[in-house]
């Protein structure tokens, strides 16, 4: 009985290892995509941009920043 509840146990522990390593790479790449975002909105507000023409001027920015950075 004790046998099973240690490898109940380990699997345990290898599957939140697992959540925790894809936790850890998502994280890494949000805070680029949020801070490209955040750059490119107050691009948008800068330039008085409301509307359709404020969203599409940063999905444009956002593509630019994502080209720029496959470079």
Do not use: R
């Amino acid at each position: 009985m004790k046998f099973v509840k240690t490898v109940a146990m380990t699997g345990t522990l290898a599957v939140a290892a697992a959540v925790m390593g894809s936790t850890a790479f998502a994280a890494n790449t949000v805070p680029a995509a949020n801070d490209a975002h955040a750059k490119c909105e107050q691009q948008a507000k800068d330039k008085k941009l409301a509307g359709d023409a404020a969203k599409d001027f940063v999905k444009k920015c956002e593509a630019d920043v994502a080209k720029a950075a496959k470079k």
